[in-house]
Structures are given as structure tokens and as C-alpha cells.
């Protein structure tokens, strides 16, 4: 299993090297840096916007290879992600910035995906019954929304809430109360609420699309063989559904997980920005808009990083789950 493990660590490292350049690259080719510094007033003269593109690595009178070669050297030597457009380290706006998107990114997708492996078998093992055909009208409710529509139903329900009430029910704004007082305890409960409407837009839309495929995958198992089998040998209905039938059902689902984080990131960055959250996903669209190669690149580096890093999860699951993959 270990020698398997390690193959796929430098099967994505080298993706990630390419994910990286091509990123790069093609942030070059469609942002335009030069435009942010010809648009102010007064207009800056020729000759000093070039060297403030220079000293930012943004150059586009550079070739793109040795920007990129710039740019990765002082990431592999230094940790230095560059300077944003602003002459400001890329690093300090990545480091405020990660934990505020990991948060919300990491809790949205666990628990998208534990609710619809969960409703999946259950819907699978009630076929055509009542419970099964409400979980599909649901689900397929949730599919044709969008995430940043379902994201402003909940941020409005929100503010209904709070004009009936007369006071904020669940917070939609930010992602903490600032000056708050109290202890650990106290901080906590506040980060909960405040996550509860953007983690909710995210995993509702992936219970929804996990319920479907695990649906799916349970009823192929159970009309297996080997559950039957199992089920001769002594096992009750439910032990060997558990113990033969999730288990086998749940390892396409390992694969789905790690291929989807990417899509489900980009629906944080709606959420973000809906929420007022400050977070990776804000950044992005923030950076493309001031047309910032730097910014773009560090934030497309996390995305690969994140989604790398679920494939490599996924892989260790489908070992330890899956016997014919550890030989």
C-alpha cells in the first residue's frame, strides 16, 4: 500500500508543476497588469509604468517563461508568492485569507458528503418508497439551483427573520462579530453561527449530487451476489448491508469527492463574496478585476493544492477500502 501511496504522491506532484505553469501562463495571456497603472489619473508617463511592472514581475514586454521562472524560484527558495499589484506581498493576503476559505470549504464539502453517502443508501435501501421519492424531489430541486442563488435565499431568509424578530436570528454577514468578548467557548459559538448560512448554500448542493450517485451505486450492490452470500451465511439484512454492501457502494464515491472539491471552491467564491466572508474565492474575483497576475496565480496554486490533496485522500480511502488496489 505504501509503494501504491508514494506513486500517486509523484503522480501529483507532477501535476501540481503543471497545474502551476499553465495557471501561470495563462494569467499572463489574459490579464493585462499594464491597464491597471494607464488608467489612473493623471496617467503615469510610459517608462515608469514599465518599471513598476518590472519590479512587480509583471512585465509583459518579458518573456512569460522568465517571469514564470522568477516567479518559481522565489516560491521554492523563499515561500514568496510574489507582489500583488499593489506592491504588496501576495503572502500576507494568502495567510489572512486561507483559514477563512479552509473553514468554510472543508466543513461545506464533509458534511455535503457524509449527509448524501447517508441519504443515498437510505433512499437505495427504500426504493420507490415514500422517503426515497421525497429525498429525489429534493435532491433534484437542489441540483437545478445554483449555489449562489440558493446562497441568497438563505442570506434573505435570514433578513426576514430578523425584521420579524426584531433582532439578527442567524448572523449572514462576515464571519465572526467584531469586538466580540468572552472566552474560547464564546468565539467558537460565534464562528458557528456565522458559518451555519455559508456552509448550508455549499452542502446542500452536495448532499443533493452524493445522494444521486449513492443511490445508484447501493442499488447495483444490492442485487449482488456476495450480499446475498453474506446474507446465506447468517448475516442479518442490515449487518451485511453495512459491512459488505456501504462498504463497496461508498469507493466510487472516494473519487467523486477529490474531483469535485474544484467545483465546490468555485461556488465558495460566490458564497464568499454574498456572505462578506474575506476569503480566497473573494480574492480571486477581486484580482482578476484588477487584472493581477500574482494574486490570480497564488490563489489558482491553492486551488491545485486543495484538489491534489483530496485526490491523494481519495486514493488512500479506495486503498484501504478496496484490497485488489493495495497488491
Same mark, same amino acid.
Given at each position: 500500500?505504501?509503494?501504491?501511496?508514494?506513486?500517486?504522491?509523484?503522480? /501529483?506532484?507532477?501535476?501540481?508543476?503543471?497545474?502551476?505553469?499553465?495557471?501561470?501562463?495563462?494569467?499572463?495571456?489574459? =490579464?493585462?497588469?499594464?491597464?491597471?497603472?494607464?488608467?489612473?489619473?493623471?496617467?503615469?508617463?510610459?517608462?515608469?509604468?514599465?518599471?513598476?511592472? @518590472?519590479?512587480?514581475?509583471?512585465?509583459?514586454?518579458?518573456?512569460?517563461? *522568465?517571469?514564470?521562472?522568477?516567479?518559481?524560484?522565489?516560491?521554492?527558495?523563499?515561500?514568496?508568492?510574489?507582489? @500583488?499589484?499593489?506592491?504588496?506581498?501576495?503572502?500576507?493576503?494568502?495567510?489572512?485569507?486561507?483559514?477563512?476559505? =479552509?473553514?468554510?470549504?472543508?466543513?461545506?464539502?464533509?458534511?455535503?458528503?457524509?449527509?448524501?453517502?447517508?441519504?443515498?443508501?437510505?433512499?437505495?435501501?427504500?426504493?420507490?418508497?415514500?422517503?426515497?421519492?421525497?429525498?429525489?424531489?429534493?435532491?433534484?430541486? !437542489?441540483?437545478?439551483?445554483?449555489?449562489?442563488?440558493?446562497?441568497?435565499?438563505?442570506?434573505?431568509?435570514?433578513?426576514?427573520?430578523?425584521?420579524?424578530?426584531?433582532?439578527?436570528?442567524?448572523?449572514?454577514?462576515?464571519?465572526?462579530?467584531?469586538?466580540?468578548?468572552?472566552?474560547?467557548?464564546?468565539?467558537?459559538?460565534?464562528?458557528? =453561527?456565522? !458559518?451555519?448560512?455559508?456552509?448550508?448554500?455549499?452542502?446542500?448542493?452536495? !448532499?443533493?449530487?452524493?445522494?444521486?450517485?449513492?443511490?445508484?451505486?447501493?442499488?447495483?450492490?444490492?442485487?449482488?451476489?456476495?450480499?446475498? @452470500?453474506? *446474507?446465506?451465511?447468517? !448475516?442479518?439484512?442490515?449487518?451485511?448491508?453495512?459491512?459488505?454492501?456501504?462498504?463497496?457502494?461508498?469507493?466510487?464515491?472516494?473519487?467523486?469527492?477529490? /474531483?469535485?472539491?474544484?467545483?465546490?471552491?468555485?461556488?465558495?467564491?460566490?458564497?464568499?463574496?454574498?456572505?462578506?466572508?474575506?476569503?480566497?474565492? *473573494?480574492?480571486?474575483?477581486?484580482?482578476?478585476? *484588477?487584472?493581477?497576475?500574482?494574486?490570480?496565480?497564488?490563489?489558482?496554486?491553492?486551488?491545485?493544492?486543495?484538489?491534489?490533496?483530496?485526490?491523494?485522500?481519495?486514493?488512500?480511502?479506495?486503498?484501504?477500502?478496496?484490497?485488489?488496489?493495495?497488491?
Amino acid at each position: 500500500m505504501l509503494r501504491y501511496l508514494a506513486q500517486r504522491l509523484a503522480y /501529483y506532484a507532477v501535476l501540481l508543476v503543471a497545474a502551476v505553469f499553465l495557471s501561470y501562463a495563462l494569467s499572463s495571456g489574459a =490579464l493585462q497588469p499594464r491597464t491597471y497603472f494607464e488608467a489612473k489619473v493623471p496617467r503615469p508617463a510610459a517608462a515608469s509604468i514599465d518599471r513598476q511592472l @518590472t519590479a512587480l514581475n509583471l512585465n509583459d514586454r518579458t518573456p512569460v517563461v *522568465e517571469r514564470f521562472g522568477r516567479w518559481a524560484g522565489g516560491v521554492l527558495q523563499h515561500g514568496d508568492l510574489g507582489r @500583488t499589484i499593489h506592491d504588496t506581498p501576495v503572502n500576507d493576503d494568502f495567510r489572512r485569507r486561507i483559514g477563512v476559505s =479552509l473553514r468554510l470549504l472543508l466543513i461545506g464539502s464533509l458534511l455535503g458528503m457524509l449527509l448524501g453517502v447517508a441519504g443515498g443508501a437510505w433512499s437505495a435501501v427504500k426504493q420507490y418508497r415514500i422517503t426515497d421519492r421525497a429525498l429525489t424531489v429534493v435532491s433534484f430541486v !437542489l441540483l437545478s439551483t445554483p449555489v449562489f442563488l440558493l446562497a441568497l435565499l438563505l442570506k434573505n431568509g435570514a433578513i426576514a427573520a430578523k425584521d420579524v424578530a426584531g433582532h439578527e436570528v442567524v448572523p449572514f454577514t462576515g464571519y465572526e462579530t467584531p469586538g466580540l468578548a468572552g472566552g474560547l467557548g464564546a468565539h467558537l459559538a460565534d464562528w458557528g =453561527l456565522h !458559518l451555519l448560512l455559508p456552509t448550508l448554500s455549499l452542502a446542500l448542493g452536495g !448532499l443533493a449530487t452524493y445522494s444521486r450517485y449513492q443511490r445508484g451505486t447501493m442499488l447495483d450492490v444490492l442485487g449482488s451476489d456476495y450480499l446475498r @452470500t453474506a *446474507e446465506a451465511k447468517g !448475516l442479518t439484512r442490515n449487518r451485511a448491508l453495512l459491512k459488505h454492501g456501504l462498504r463497496t457502494a461508498v469507493i466510487p464515491m472516494s473519487t467523486m469527492f477529490a /474531483y469535485s472539491f474544484l467545483g465546490i471552491f468555485t461556488g465558495a467564491a460566490f458564497t464568499e463574496t454574498i456572505f462578506g466572508w474575506h476569503g480566497m474565492g *473573494e480574492w480571486f474575483i477581486q484580482s482578476i478585476n *484588477e487584472q493581477d497576475v500574482n494574486a490570480v496565480v497564488a490563489v489558482n496554486l491553492f486551488a491545485a493544492v486543495v484538489v491534489l490533496a483530496s485526490g491523494f485522500l481519495a486514493d488512500t480511502l479506495h486503498a484501504a477500502l478496496d484490497p485488489r488496489v493495495r497488491r
